[in-house]
């Protein structure tokens, strides 16, 4: 029955316009484009190839700045592109994790997917990474501890907690303002602790908070020519000041785990250095989206990989400290050397993002895991149908 049938008499009422969706549909519709999945996850809807261009690139800088950190105590210019890429490169990832987060809306079917494709991945890769601080490290009194991220698995519990914020973040009012003055009280709470690398999920999270709150023509903008081309002399900038304030300052601002006072600074330096890192990052994070690729290019297939090489590049990172390769091979502080590292991070983590790599560690990034659900009542419904 539509509205346009009416009864012939006068003895009823017409029919209401509006007919209310079934229970089970879930409306509105996500945007086009949209998926609940983890950064590495396989989509249901076609995938934007701009998005797995920025993903793909956005972890091969992460992989390039974990390579360059041994490097900075020898070199000012390895210093400063360190700093610049540590502003960005995080905050773009988790800002489009943010964007892909918008149709999470505690649904069956997308908790399950929360469940498989970070939470059981963070418990595997923190077990497999105490074990391999354990061998490598020669630490075998390295406890487990699922309160205690180890290395890259901050960022799988941040996303966890940040997820299933996430219909809070729809109603409150100020969903923005707030979530930053959530990350400057925490920069000045040195009491938090470091139970679920809490400063980091806190710190970071006005960037997934900006990212729910995102839409396509958003991007459009930062894609514009002007904005290309005005990235250029602001990237040139934030390196020369990078390079300024090499040796006057500490990275450690760039991680956001710390409070300011475990840093050693007076409180009141972790509102200002908060709200001018925030700014600088979303500038920065502008000016990268600029110059990432909207068509498909020859990488863009990685971008569903990105988690794996993301974790995975962690044990060859770690592993060449913890086997004093920077120390050992002295010609890696050389301009050359410097050179030679940086496209050895590059090449590994790309070849981790690769289709082989997914399929041979699927099994423990994105299970299945039927056995531990039970079967949808709706879904069993249709299936007979």
């Known amino acids: 029955m539509t509205n346009s049938l009416r009864p012939s008499g006068h003895q009823r009422n017409p029919l209401p316009p509006v007919r209310e969706p079934a229970p089970a549909v879930p409306t509105p519709r996500p945007p086009q484009g949209a998926t609940d999945a983890p950064p590495g996850g396989k989509p249901a809807k076609q995938r934007d190839a701009f998005f797995d261009n920025a993903k793909y690139l956005a972890i091969v800088f992460v992989a390039m700045g974990h390579a360059w950190e041994p490097l900075t105590d020898h070199s000012r210019a390895a210093e400063a592109l360190y700093m610049t890429v540590y502003t960005f490169h995080m905050p773009a990832f988790i800002l489009i994790s943010g964007y892909f987060s ?68 729809k109603l409150v009012r100020w969903p923005i303002p707030l979530s930053i003055a959530v990350a400057v009280l925490a920069s000045i709470s040195p009491d938090i602790g470091d139970d679920l690398d809490l400063q980091r999920v806190l710190q970071f999270l006005p960037f997934f908070v900006i990212g729910l709150f995102l839409k396509p023509e958003h991007f459009q903008l930062a894609r514009r020519r002007e904005v290309k081309l005005l990235s250029v002399p602001i990237f040139g900038a934030a390196l020369l000041l990078a390079y300024w304030a090499g040796p006057r300052m500490t990275s450690a601002w760039f991680y956001h785990r710390d409070s300011a006072q475990e840093l050693g600074a007076p409180w009141w330096s972790g509102v200002v250095m908060t709200l001018a890192l925030l700014g600088c990052s979303l500038v920065l994070v502008a000016c990268f989206f600029a110059w990432v690729p909207k068509r498909k290019m020859w990488f863009t297939v990685l971008g569903a990989g990105t988690l794996y090489g993301y974790l995975l590049h962690g044990f060859l990172a770690k592993g060449s400290r913890f086997w004093g390769w920077f ?59």
């Open 102 to 169: 918008r149709s999470f809306d505690m649904r069956a079917d997308r908790l399950k997917r929360l469940v498989t494709g970070v939470l059981v991945p963070f418990v595997i890769f923190e077990v497999v990474y105490t074990l391999f601080k354990r061998y490598a490290d020669d630490d075998p009194t390295q406890p487990f501890s699922l309160l205690d991220p180890w290395y890259l698995t901050w960022f799988l519990a941040a996303l966890f907690v940040w997820r299933m914020t996430t219909p809070l973040w």
């Open 327 to 385: 120390d050992e091979y002295e010609w890696l502080h050389k301009p050359l050397g410097e050179i030679f590292v940086t496209v050895v991070a590059a090449t590994v983590v790309t070849l981790l993002c690769t289709p082989p790599v997914q399929r041979a560690f699927r099994f423990a990034m994105e299970p299945k895991m039927e056995w531990a659900f039970k079967r949808d009542a709706a879904a069993v419904a249709r299936a007979r149908k």
